[in-house]
């Protein structure tokens, strides 16, 4: 009768941790998750915002997109070189871009991104 318990109780597949193991890796993945999820979604922003001044860029001039485009890239918390916006247009079409680096730091992992963030448009 002793030995039936004990076989129950090795077959119940229950461990002494329980689901600790897979809540540790599920935290880890939330936390790396939202890590790049931030830098993702400012660089995504960034590029509508340079899209947007694309799309208008026949009522404002390079000064006025330049100045905005600075604006915006501060209230996202791009770095520095995010500012230095390059403006090149013609009289079919008009190209906006930039250049700028950002570093990817996790523990035991550290990387640094090159973005380039760009928009065009034909008229």
Request: positive net charge; proline residues 2%; charged residues 30%.
């Amino acid at each position: 009768m002793v030995t039936a318990r004990r076989k129950m109780r090795s077959r119940r597949g229950a461990s002494r941790l329980g689901c600790l193991f897979q809540i540790a890796i599920l935290a880890g993945l939330v936390y790396v998750g939202s890590v790049v999820a931030d830098d993702a979604m400012a660089y995504f922003r960034y590029r509508d915002a340079m899209k947007m001044e694309v799309r208008f860029a026949s009522t404002r001039t390079d000064a006025e997109m330049k100045r905005r485009l600075r604006v915006f890239s501060d209230s996202v918390k791009l770095p520095v070189t995010a500012k230095e916006v390059n403006i090149v247009r013609n009289e079919r079409q008009i190209r906006i871009w930039t250049e700028y680096d950002v570093d990817l730091v996790l523990p035991f992992y550290e990387r640094t991104f090159h973005l380039k963030p760009s928009a065009e448009r034909s008229f």
